[in-house]
């Protein structure tokens, strides 16, 4: 079964700075997605970012980048130039290519100190 | 363009009793998909409907069940509730099978049970 791990329970960093976020999964799939979800305190679940495993290029959307490490299982989320509205639960999750669901890690709480 | 809605947002049962939550999938979605979210962790996969019919189940037990309509809506019924089941229910939507787009699934804001 795949699993996806989050080490950093808690991340804070300064207004206008950059933070990196880890995820590490483990699966023998080849074909497979990954993303990046965002939870605020509205407990809606938005999407930040996709990675599409067959792809080399590493996904980015504006100030939102990741960093797939493919044979290392790794899958980094870096926010530049924070700002207060990052300030949320982020969850990497993992999807086998033609499955159902999504594995989700534990989450890690991003703080922005003004 | 509605998206996902869902209804109760928050309720409160006793040990024993069932419960019935209700999901809008966004306009367009034919597949909806029930996660748990329980304080503190990630959602886990419950189970996913499209067109009607349960495709995919998680590691729940069967007293965990839903439907889906032919408008696509969702219920997610629990019966006996037991003290574990208070957590962050989601649905979620998407068009069509996994295996037709990039997956991306979209939210609804979640039904917060609470079982005493």
């Known amino acids: 079964a795949q699993t996806v791990t989050q080490s950093q329970p808690e991340m804070s960093v300064q207004e206008a700075e950059t933070v990196t976020l880890s995820c590490t999964y483990d699966?023998?799939?080849?074909?497979?997605?990954l993303f990046w979800y965002k939870q605020p305190p509205s407990r809606q679940m938005i999407l930040v970012i996709r990675?599409?495993?067959?792809?080399?290029q590493n996904a980015t959307e504006n100030r939102f980048s990741v960093n797939f490490q493919k044979a290392a299982k790794s899958f980094s989320l870096k926010i530049s130039d924070s700002q207060l509205g990052d300030a949320a639960m982020y969850f990497c999750?993992?999807?086998?290519?033609?499955?159902?669901?999504?594995?989700f890690g534990q989450g890690t709480r991003l703080t922005i100190n003004p | 363009e509605t998206g996902v809605t869902q209804s109760p947002t928050h309720l409160i049962k006793t040990r024993g009793q069932q419960v019935t939550l209700r999901c809008s999938s966004q306009?367009?979605?034919?597949?909806v998909s029930w996660y748990q979210q329980a304080l503190g962790q990630g959602p886990q996969f419950i189970f996913q409907?499209?067109?009607?019919?349960?495709?995919g189940r998680g590691n729940f037990p069967p007293r965990f069940s839903g439907l889906q309509f032919p408008n696509y809506s969702s219920e997610l019924n629990v019966n006996a509730l037991e003290l574990d089941d208070s957590a962050l229910y989601l649905c979620?939507?998407?068009?069509?099978?996994?295996?037709?787009?990039?997956?991306?699934?979209?939210f609804g804001e979640g039904s917060r049970l609470t079982v005493l």
């Open positions: 979620a939507s998407r068009p069509g099978l996994a295996g037709g787009n990039t997956g991306e699934l979209f």
């Open positions: 990675q599409e495993a067959y792809k080399q």
């Open positions: 306009s367009g979605h034919n597949t």
């Open positions: 409907y499209y067109r009607e019919e349960e495709n």
């Open positions: 699966t023998s799939e080849s074909d497979y997605y």
């Open positions: 999750a993992y999807r086998n290519q033609g499955a159902q669901k999504l594995v």
